[in-house]
């Protein structure tokens, strides 16, 4: 049975993947390690854990200015997540989704954190908006 | 988004191949966030000049104009970056010559960063290259628009100086800097502005710690909300708000507080709440200031301390003043080191008043233009490192994978002295 959550696109283009799932917001800058593509803050629940190729599904951003650089960064060195859902829309989590240029779906309902599990097969359409659950 | 006439002529290549791949970012951007409009600014502050290994890639296969439209403007098309459109400064970025030698940090890194400061002087960028531009002249005036990154630049110029910015990234800033615009969005609406939390402090905020060991509790609690702070405060000084701003954005996402009867948007509790319902106060007492300073303190375990930080944002001049009388005609402990951060025109006043030498002559050092965290290193072998700054506290031990003690600076200097970690809570 598949579930569908319906948001907003904000960075064009499909993609399948595995879900990361985290309910505490990410740091760019001092969160993640660009070169691992690995959150790196002590206190994270992802602490050392690898998001590259993973649908990143997190609140949002918190933390320094630097985060769109830092994800952007992730893109240049190949270790990028292959998609981000978010709800909490900022500067730093929108502007950082386009510059990591991955499918991207905002503001989905029902709240994709608390019906995504990680590891769940997503689809996730940045031109509709729609978040699948494959399974 | 709508655009006016000038917008879209922008968009349409009129001015330029760079100038049209910057519409087309704050386009998508400010579509993104849902903005209805751009609004025109004339105060940029962001990076352009500091290193990373994903720009060093770019500038080595295709030169400066390639890493500013790839990093600056997310562009892969190939122009030349014309003069900014309006005034713009570069932030704190990585170290520079003052450091050589002094970290693992690169020779090489070092002369990028020079090279890009020519080139980037050459198109108008003022490298400040600090993360406190209004310590240094870039002052906005309440109700300006501008366009700033460093998160806590951002929460001082939007709460203390009453201009109105989100906080900006290297793309949005790089943008802005070439079309004068930025997505009217955010902390840029009044309705936008007011308080949405109350936090009453019941315990004595009356020192520089004090204010980063609050800042540090209020960005936990509210993360991205705007808190507004009442309670036992004493007159904050521009380094306790420089501090409390900063702490906030790191345990946080604070962009803007008001303090009624100290900040501008708050001249009572009731304006900072734009005339809404304020909201019952969440208490900070003395679990919560303890929750703060153990947190900040719980990356340290060894006692043995070799590396202390100071100025963090970056260390005001009377912040220097204060290490130097601190420091005077005593020396550091053997393999102990000691820098202050500030940015480097303060420096220059730093050397004029001799305060530069009484912290040499003690064995410490006075750097410019970065900071550990920013530049991630520190001195060689560094293990334990002390600090008087939450954000340093807070960044470093996952940055650089170091113990971390945070305390006053009275703490941090005795402990470079000693070189032994005897602070607590007092």
Partial sequence: ?135 | MKLTDEESSMRDGVEGDAVAAAMDLLIRYGDALGAERLVDTRNVAGTMTQPSPAKAQLVREKGWAKAYAVINLDSDDDFEIPRMKVPTCQLQHGFSDDADGLTSYSKQSIELQADAESYYSERGVNVLATCTPYQVGNLPVRGEHVAWMESSAVVYANSVLGARTNCEGGASTGAAALTGKIPYWGNHLTENRYATHLLQADTSIDTFQEWGLLGYYVGEVVQEARPAIVGSLAQPDLADLKHFGAATATSGGVEIYHIPGITPEAPTLEAAFGGGTVPEAIRYGDAERRWAYETLNAQGDSDDVDFILLGCPHASLDQVAQVAHLLEGRRLHEGTELWVMTPRALRTMADRNGYTQTIMRAGGKVLTDSCPAMSRAAPPGTRVFATDSAKQAHYLPAILGIEAWFGTLDECVDAAITGRWRGELA
Avoid at chain 1, 30 to 45: Q, W
Avoid at chain 1, 48 to 69: E, Q, R
Wanted: glycine fraction near 14%; hydrophobic fraction near 45%.
């Fill in chain 1, 1 to 135: 049975m598949t579930v569908e959550l319906r948001g907003r696109g904000i960075v064009p283009g499909v993609v399948e993947a595995e879900a990361l799932v985290t309910h505490d917001p990410i740091s760019g800058f001092g969160g993640i390690d660009v070169a691992t593509g690995t959150v790196i803050e002590p206190r994270h629940e992802l602490f050392g854990v690898c998001f590259t190729g993973k649908v990143l599904v997190f609140p949002g951003a918190k933390g320094s200015s630097g985060w769109s650089g830092f994800f952007q960064s992730t893109r240049l060195m190949g270790t990028a997540p292959a998609a981000m859902v978010f709800n909490v829309v900022t500067t730093k989590a929108v502007l950082g989704a386009i510059v990591t240029r991955v499918p991207t779906v905002v503001e989905a309902a029902p709240n994709p954190l608390d019906v995504v599990r990680t590891g769940d097969l997503l689809r996730v359409d940045g031109n509709t908006g729609v978040v699948t659950v494959l399974q």
